[in-house]
């Protein structure tokens, strides 16, 4: 696969709802972004919050603008907030340094583009992300170490 394809991009966004449905999670706010930035689709559950599409989006734009999971983006926040506040000024505010912004990696590790969900805690909508993309057969980049 050499591009997220519109149909991929909402497979992704209905498997990470199902995803949140089997552990009850908060209603969740999914955004499946393309390799630029460009957003393919966005899916927000009945009852989830004003903000989440935009912190969701968040989420998978600093993903792909750094090339990084979200969760490292949040480690960078704790430890370079200098950094991430030019960041978020280059990028007119669009950066959510927070886990749930997940790279979405096919077979030989290009980027494809990046999933963002919000709605419950970071690491329950990072959890999402990871199984919609790997229940793709695509490799999730979250940032976590190996």
């Given at each position: 696969m050499s591009a997220l394809t519109l149909k991929v991009a909402v497979n992704l966004a209905?498997?990470?709802?199902?995803?949140?449905r089997t552990i009850s999670s908060a209603p969740l706010t999914i955004a499946v972004l393309d390799s630029g930035?460009?957003?393919?689709?966005?899916?927000?559950?009945?009852g989830a919050?004003?903000?989440?599409?935009?912190?969701?989006?968040?989420?998978?734009w600093g993903a792909i603008a750094l090339g990084k999971g979200s969760r490292l983006?949040?480690?960078?926040?704790q430890q370079r907030p200098a950094f991430i506040a030019a960041l978020n000024s280059l990028g007119q505010g669009s950066v959510v340094p927070a886990p749930g912004g997940?790279?979405?990696?096919?077979?030989?590790?290009?980027?494809?583009g990046a999933?963002?969900?919000?709605?419950?805690?970071?690491?329950?909508?990072e959890q999402c992300a990871i199984s919609a993309i790997e229940g793709?057969?695509?490799?999730?980049?979250?940032?976590?170490?190996?």
């Amino acid at each position: 696969m050499s591009a997220l394809t519109l149909k991929v991009a909402v497979n992704l966004a209905s498997h990470a709802i199902a995803a949140g449905r089997t552990i009850s999670s908060a209603p969740l706010t999914i955004a499946v972004l393309d390799s630029g930035g460009h957003l393919i689709t966005l899916q927000r559950e009945d009852g989830a919050s004003l903000l989440r599409p935009q912190i969701a989006i968040g989420k998978a734009w600093g993903a792909i603008a750094l090339g990084k999971g979200s969760r490292l983006l949040a480690l960078d926040a704790q430890q370079r907030p200098a950094f991430i506040a030019a960041l978020n000024s280059l990028g007119q505010g669009s950066v959510v340094p927070a886990p749930g912004g997940v790279l979405i990696r096919d077979q030989d590790g290009v980027v494809l583009g990046a999933i963002g969900i919000s709605g419950d805690t970071s690491d329950i909508d990072e959890q999402c992300a990871i199984s919609a993309i790997e229940g793709q057969g695509l490799w999730a980049d979250a940032g976590v170490s190996a």
